[in-house]
């Protein structure tokens, strides 16, 4: 294997998901308490990566699943998470604390899978120029590395969202910053992606 390769394909990935670890954090912390809150964000994780993965590489090769002017729409899907979260939050705001953290039951595969797709929209935009310009063989081994590193994120992010000051921190202000993030994603992506004429 290419070291040079393995390299710039280590740096690409931090650089285009620096800002999942928080997100991965704020999941760890919705769920703290529930059973299978790992297997469900690590799963939710791989899946919504994969289908980054999957379109990026398509495109890399020719093949378009999503027309470039479709993908700023993907902020729609974690904003939409966002408010229900941000409604969830609010209609439990007076309970106390380890109630409100039993009415959220922590974080679904597939909430995990949509915010992990959307939020990587900007990375698909990244990755097919690069993919191209590495052919079938340089492509597999970014995509290889990736996949490595994705547990390496999801091992930091349930580490910091372990840490005991952290944890306390989300705990009890995890129920607002969760929705507030994943607002602020999804009118990121729609704004920078120029979307209903923002």
Do not use: C
Request: glycine share 14%.
């Amino acid at each position: 294997m290419n070291l040079g390769i393995i390299g710039q394909a280590a740096g690409l990935f931090a650089v285009t998901n620096i800002d999942d670890i928080l997100v991965l954090a704020l999941f760890f912390a919705q769920g703290a308490g529930h059973e299978g809150t790992t297997r469900r964000i690590a799963i939710g994780q791989y899946l919504g990566f994969a289908a980054i993965l999957a379109v990026a590489g398509a495109a890399a090769f020719g093949a378009t699943f999503l027309p470039e002017e479709a993908i700023p729409y993907l902020g729609l899907l974690p904003f939409a998470l966002g408010v229900k979260a941000a409604v969830q939050a609010w209609r439990h705001r007076n309970d106390p604390e380890e109630e409100r953290r039993a009415t959220q039951g922590g974080p679904r595969i597939l909430e995990v899978a949509a915010v992990t797709f959307a939020n990587g929209g900007d990375n698909i935009g990244v990755y097919v120029p690069v993919f191209a310009t590495a052919g079938t063989a340089g492509m597999s081994i970014y995509v290889i590395v990736f996949l490595v590193l994705l547990a390496v994120w999801i091992a930091a992010g349930r580490y910091f969202a372990t840490r005991p000051a952290i944890a306390k921190a989300l705990s009890r202000w995890g129920h607002i910053l969760l929705p507030v993030v994943l607002i602020g994603i999804g009118l990121l992506i729609l704004i920078e992606g120029g979307t209903f004429g923002l």
